[in-house]
């Protein structure tokens, strides 16, 4: 196996990918892609094609692996990365008992970049390669996360979450402050990560935030058309409390509306109880929704009806929601996904799931034009997968990407066509 410099690469592989263009699913048996200097795939085309032009140079074979793009996790949490799996008890509970006190300790900057690096790791060995993480409310702890991320190569976006109610008081930072960190963070994490991730406006959710923190964070994301990430609908009681807290509107749904955080840049996580309304009005407004099937069981909080986005047109992806979520593995998504799809009689394929996790993850985060496909003009990040005998053709490749992890784990990740991940037991 001949390894080129970063400077410019040629792969041969078994490639599965998504088309933009089409949104098929497309499926190499033996493909030969390239990768120029920045980073970028230049070509893709069958073996047999390149071979019959005498054009074959020196390559890297990743054969017998299959490539696939890397996944793009829509909705996770960094400060919550070392409490996966505690099993304690419905949202508010959980967070009161668990989440909160473990997230106050990010104000500890050794204790911030420790985690930063695990989480680091648990995403390139996952295959993820760009996410949409939240960080805690602690703005040190923020640039540790973006450094982090920036140092491994991922994309994606980064938020400072804003709380200042409802909250452990180590938690709450006031609404000023707050705001005036996440405009600083906005240029410092572009800066750091040379555009490779963005600032995302993150309040935590309507009832940890104050009228004038989540005014402010319309008014911040509105001036630098910057997105925002938060939660809404994910539990019964959550509900119920945020309507007492902010007695503003008569659903979840229009608490954002009338504070100006529902726009065409709103990425919201689980929506698992909105009423026919919401959904009408999610669809109109061109927000976005973080579908986090793993943490919806785990925490007992219902199930997304998956129709009611698909067939509105709303933009959908999966998250892995860690730590309720209780794997960084988008592969475990996509088999959470097609459950609740079934528990909900919803429609979900394994090519339309598969595009969820890569391209439509990607396109949800705003990375579609950058990252998500194998593809010309597209950033060559990408995963290996080992793939086992008796697996050819597109109907074998798509079940080893989705649905059979065991026998087919991530070998490599590579990200700008660079290799940042191999896997200690892998002979590719």
């Not at 001949?2 to 041969?12: D, E, I, K, N």
């Not at 032009?53 to 990743?62: E, I, K, Q, T, Y």
Request: charged share 20%; net charge negative.
């Amino acid at each position: 196996m001949t390894v080129l410099p970063a400077s410019g690469r040629t792969f041969r592989a078994a490639v599965l990918t998504p088309v933009r263009a089409t949104r098929e699913v497309r499926y190499y048996e033996d493909a030969i892609f390239s990768v120029g200097a920045d980073g970028k795939i230049s070509s893709i085309e069958a073996a047999a094609t390149v071979e019959a032009r005498g054009a074959v140079g020196l390559m890297r074979d990743l054969r017998p692996g299959l490539v696939i793009p890397g996944f793009v996790d829509t909705h996770v949490h960094y400060p919550q990365a070392r409490v996966i799996g505690s099993a304690t008890g419905p949202l508010l509970e959980w967070l009161e008992s668990t989440v909160f006190p473990e997230e106050a300790r990010f104000k500890e900057q050794v204790y911030a970049a420790d985690v930063a690096t695990e989480l680091v790791g648990r995403f390139l060995s996952s295959g993820t390669t760009a996410a949409a993480v939240y960080s805690s409310s602690d703005a040190g702890a923020t640039r540790t996360l973006a450094a982090a991320l920036s140092r491994s190569g991922m994309r994606g976006l980064v938020g400072l979450t804003l709380m200042d109610q409802n909250c452990p008081a180590p938690l709450a930072v006031a609404a000023d402050r707050a705001l005036g960190e996440s405009r600083a963070l906005v240029s410092e994490i572009a800066e750091i990560s040379n555009g490779r991730l963005a600032f995302a406006v993150t309040p935590r959710f309507a009832l940890s935030c104050s009228r004038p923190l989540m005014e402010g964070a319309a008014r911040l994301a509105a001036d630098s058309s910057l997105f925002v990430q938060t939660h809404v609908a994910e539990n019964p009681r959550e509900g119920v409390e945020t309507l007492a807290a902010h007695p503003i509107a008569s659903d979840y749904l229009g608490v954002y509306e009338a504070v100006g955080l529902v726009g065409a840049r709103t990425i919201f996580a689980h929506a698992i109880h909105f009423s026919e309304s919401e959904w009408s009005r999610v669809a109109s407004s061109g927000a976005r929704i973080a579908h986090c099937p793993d943490s919806n069981f785990f925490l007992g909080s219902g199930v997304m009806r998956l129709d009611s986005a698909t067939t509105r047109r709303i933009p959908v992806a999966l998250g892995s929601d860690v730590a309720a979520g209780r794997s960084f593995s988008m592969r475990r998504a996509i088999g959470h996904a097609h459950d609740a799809a079934l528990a909900s009689r919803s429609t979900a394929t394994p090519e339309m799931l598969f595009t969820m996790a890569t391209l439509g993850g990607a396109e949800l985060i705003g990375l579609g034009d950058v990252a998500g496909a194998i593809e010309p003009g597209l950033a060559a990040d990408f995963v290996v997968l080992e793939r086992p005998c008796g697996s050819d053709g597109l109907a074998g490749a798509l079940r080893l990407a989705t649905f059979a992890e065991d026998v087919a784990p991530v070998s490599m990740t590579f990200v700008g066509g660079v290799e940042v991940y191999r896997r200690p037991t892998s002979v590719a």
